[in-house]
């Protein structure tokens, strides 16, 4: 018997359950693949704190709503910052600020109602023009007319930060299991019991299942069929996404770059390497007419075309060799905030995903165990609680 | 439009261009080389008019076709919307097509940039590459494949050094060591890992009707360098490449079958150890692969007419397993004809009648190939020493992968250590270390190479320049 089943071996999860393990609790991780072979490891490692492109593009509404986010972003913003000392490992944290772009006279505008509305939330951001623009990003395009500046904004390394919280935990007692495949969660008297199957990945997986006081639903794309499995409806949406990679150059571009006028990422890694993304899509395979989300999705030629046409704004890129672009699938929710906390009518079933869960996921994941631990998570997560989907559940 | 673009202009590229072009079929072919032959046949630049091709000339004319559309120089770097998917309503929708265009796309770049062609069907016959084999000193310049030396040999009419030792496990290592000799080189030795096995090459002789062309170039070969008094080793492996003090190779270190070490001056070591089939593009397109070690390690699985998993995609030649230039021809021809019958531009009827002496010469081939591998099977790859780079595009030598699997004890696939560690994330897209971290991984995992995998083959499968992908199709 667990103290806690933390499902899904991503960012979240490890970071969940690295949280827990700290604070002595019993804790096995279930993963039915590898540790960060989803979308953890496929994003292009955004450290955004401003509001994203898809958040604002849509009216101020929608910006007003998905700027509830913001104490996280404030939260992660600091977060990131002592990772690196706090898990005693190397996870390529830069925060030498983010730019977002502004093309046209409107665009420009919809940056100035953002930015006033994210310095309301507190977020230190700023819109440069002219000359304090080409000073600080000289890499920049002509055409470019603004940005808003985020000094606290970055970059991590995706492929690093989840394996970095995975040894943690395992250090402080969690109980890993990949290759291991939750196919049904009972309610059962003190907990939940887990059914688990092997999978191909397997590494000591065992079929005899898992008993748990509580479980914490991090899976990502698959948090809705897992939720399913506890009769509870999640609406949580695959995105299919496509990024691209190119050879490593001299360094030139030390800020992370987004559009406010279209789906753009970019960043150079430590390693030289630019990376482009930013929600170019890409395109769920289908079995049987029904999206499959156990197969990467399919790149698009057009998404190839999109990222590269995104990079001119900084014309540099363009003389790169791409050296690889790849897909990834990531999770939205309709309100575009996360879905944190327990679910309602299930005692001891918590939920943990949602957008921007790479760049927030550091903060989802105290918040979360903070939740399980004392029930008084130090930031209020009351308006990211899956209860307000509780319409779509009768029972 | 085109019917099929065939990717690779080798043996099978060729031998199918030749049987799809006769029937009528509307055909692209496209090679990064800028002449037709593949590595097999490579012809030597027109300036070099003296120069034959015994083998495979009728092969070479086909390349001569007008009605045949040749994009040399011209890499094809992915293949797009080839699954049975949601419909893509994005920009590649019916609408948009010109009429009778499949939904799949090529993705080519050469001297006039990247650009889509949308041909009914697409045959893969991309060949095969020399297997690296890591050691210390392996990325020493001066250490080559003993293919890279035969393209010098062939198409440059260049040596590349003036003393070489021929290394590895493949035959043709005798074949190119004649031909060195032949051009006048010093070859110091020729070591082979192991004699090859006795009742293997028996067993090659019945297999051999019709493959004599073969065990005769090999016997030649002997002759040759028997005459010319280099010595042919068995057993006898190389433990290091050493440099000189201009950091090029100076000489080589080998170990005896009895562990003596010896040091042997040279300024080229050509490495033979075999050949990995090309599936890059096919594993990038989506078609399904499995691992068949006396083959080559992972090959496109496909049906009994050369199409692979996905529709409209069908492979031929070594990049199905490796086994020489006349099972490709053969394979060629028949994935032609059973895409001539697939566009519906020949009866069935009248293909079943043309396949039937394509695929008896093919059985026959694919005796020989079997004995073959047989005789010379793929060395197992010894433990690489932790100072050993693996991945030279990255730098991430075989201790990196080691740790990394300790450290993190999840790790399973080969997918798994490329994202922790970045081998195979450099400019050849892992082509190179993909072989030695597979059975690195399986060694240290207890698992087999089959169950780690091969890694993931992403677009473009060769680099191409950004600025050429912005604005789209031409």
């Known amino acids: ?75 992660a913003q600091r977060a990131w910052a002592g990772l690196a000392a706090e898990l005693d490992a190397p996870v390529e944290v830069v925060q030498h600020g983010g730019l977002m772009l502004a093309e046209t006279a409107d665009e420009l505008d919809r940056l100035r109602r953002k930015a006033s509305l994210e310095r309301r939330h507190g977020l230190d951001v700023t819109v440069l023009t002219g000359a304090e623009l080409t000073s600080l990003a000289p890499y920049l395009a002509a055409g470019v007319r603004g940005a808003a500046y985020a000094p606290g904004e970055g970059k991590a390394n995706p492929r690093l930060v989840t394996l970095a919280y995975a040894r943690a935990a395992s250090r402080l007692g969690a109980d890993l299991r990949t290759g291991t495949r939750v196919t049904a969660l009972t309610r059962e008297a003190g907990g939940w019991r887990l059914t688990t199957t092997p999978t191909a990945a397997g590494r000591g997986a065992r079929t005899d299942g898992v008993r ?84 990467a999705p399919e790149l698009r030629y057009e998404s190839l075309v999109g990222n590269a046409d995104a990079a001119r704004v900084v014309p540099a890129v363009l003389r790169l060799p791409v050296l690889r672009c790849w897909s990834g699938a990531t999770t939205l929710t309709p309100d575009q905030l996360p879905v ?34 004392t029930g008084e998570p130090s930031l209020p997560i009351d308006a990211y609680s899956p209860a307000r989907f509780g319409f779509l559940n009768a029972v | 439009m085109h019917d099929v673009a065939v990717v690779g202009a080798g043996p099978a590229g060729l031998a199918a261009v030749d049987v799809l072009a006769s029937h009528g079929a509307r055909v692209l072919v496209v090679d990064e080389q800028p002449r037709a032959g593949g590595q097999i046949h490579r012809q030597p630049p027109a300036t070099f008019a003296a120069a034959t091709v015994p083998a495979g000339r009728a092969l070479l004319a086909v390349a001569e076709r007008a009605d045949v559309d040749w994009w040399w120089r011209t890499a094809g770097w992915g293949v797009f919307g080839g699954h049975a998917g949601l419909d893509d309503f994005a920009g590649s929708t019916p609408a948009d097509r010109a009429d009778g265009d499949g939904p799949m796309r090529l993705a080519v770049h050469g001297p006039d940039g990247a650009r889509t062609v949308r041909p009914r069907a697409v045959l893969l016959t991309a060949g095969a590459y020399d297997l690296p084999v890591p050691f210390p000193g392996w990325t020493l310049p001066g250490v080559l494949t003993a293919g890279g030396v035969q393209v010098f040999v ?114 080229v070591l050509a490495l033979g150890y075999g050949f990995v089939p090309s599936t890059d593009l096919a594993r990038q397109a989506g078609c399904a692969v499995r691992y068949d070690p006396a083959a080559g ?134 082509r190179s270390c993909q072989p030695a971290v597979c059975a690195l991984i399986a060694a240290e995992t207890g698992r087999s190479v089959a169950e780690v995998g091969p890694y993931t083959a992403r677009p473009p499968i060769r680099p191409i320049p950004l600025g050429t992908l912005a604005g789209g199709d031409p």
Request: aromatic share 4%.
């Open chain 1, 1 to 75: 018997m667990y103290d806690v089943a933390v499902i899904g071996g991503g960012l979240l999860g490890c970071a969940v359950a690295y949280h827990l393990a700290r604070a002595g609790t019993r804790v096995v991780l279930l993963e039915k693949d590898e540790l960060n072979r989803h979308a953890s490891g496929q994003n292009a490692g955004s450290l955004h704190f401003q509001l994203e492109y898809r958040m604002v593009a849509d009216g101020d509404a929608a910006a007003e709503r998905a700027a509830r986010a913001l104490p996280l972003h404030l939260d």
């Open chain 1, 212 to 295: 748990a006081a509580a479980v914490v639903l991090a899976a990502g794309v698959w948090t809705a069929e897992l939720a399913a499995m506890a009769d509870v409806r999640l609406p949580v949406v695959p995105v299919a996404l496509s990024m691209t990679a190119t050879a490593p150059t001299t360094p030139f571009l030390p800020h992370l770059v987004q559009h406010v006028g279209r789906r753009l990422s970019m960043k150079q890694t430590s390693d030289g390497n630019v990376l482009i993304g930013g929600g170019s899509p890409a395109k769920f395979r289908a079995v049987d007419g029904r999206i499959d989300l156990e197969t």
């Open chain 1, 340 to 373: 944190l906390g327990p679910l309602p009518r299930r005692p001891g079933l918590y939920a943990a995903t949602g957008g921007s869960a790479f760049t927030l996921g550091p903060t989802y994941a105290r918040l979360l165990a903070e939740t399980l631990l």
């Open chain 2, 154 to 267: 062939k198409s440059a009419h260049l040596l590349p050094g003036r003393r070489f030792v021929l290394a590895g496990a493949h035959p043709l290592l005798l074949v190119v060591a004649a031909q060195l000799v032949a051009a006048g080189a010093e070859v110091a030795e020729v070591l082979l890992v192991r004699r090859p096995r006795a009742g293997a090459l028996l067993r090659m002789l019945p297999a051999a009707a019709g493959n004599t062309g073969k065990l005769r170039e090999g016997g030649h070969a002997l002759a040759v360098l028997r005459r010319a008094g280099v010595p042919v080793r068995f057993g006898t492996r190389v433990v290091r490449a050493d440099a000189g003090p201009d950091g090029e190779l100076a000489a080589v270190v080998l170990a005896a079958p009895d562990g003596t070490h010896r040091t042997v001056p040279a300024d």
């Open chain 2, 297 to 430: 390690g992972w090959v496109v699985t496909h049906d009994r007419w050369q199409r692979s998993s996905v529709p409209r995609v069908s492979v031929a030649g070594e990049i199905t397993g490796v086994a020489g230039a006349e099972q490709a021809v053969a394979e060629g021809r028949l994935a032609a004809l059973g895409l001539l019958a697939d566009l519906g531009l020949v009866p069935a009827p009248r293909i079943g009648r043309l396949a039937r002496p394509v695929r008896r010469d093919l059985r026959r081939r694919r005796r020989f190939a079997t004995a073959l591998a047989a005789a010379f099977p793929p060395p197992a790859p010894a433990p690489a020493d932790d100072e050993t780079v693996l991945c030279r595009c990255e730098e991430v030598t075989a201790g990196t992968v080691r740790a990394a699997l300790r450290a993190n004890p999840h790790l399973r696939t080969a997918n798994g250590v490329k994202l922790l560690t970045r081998t195979g994330m450099g400019l050849c897209q892992g």
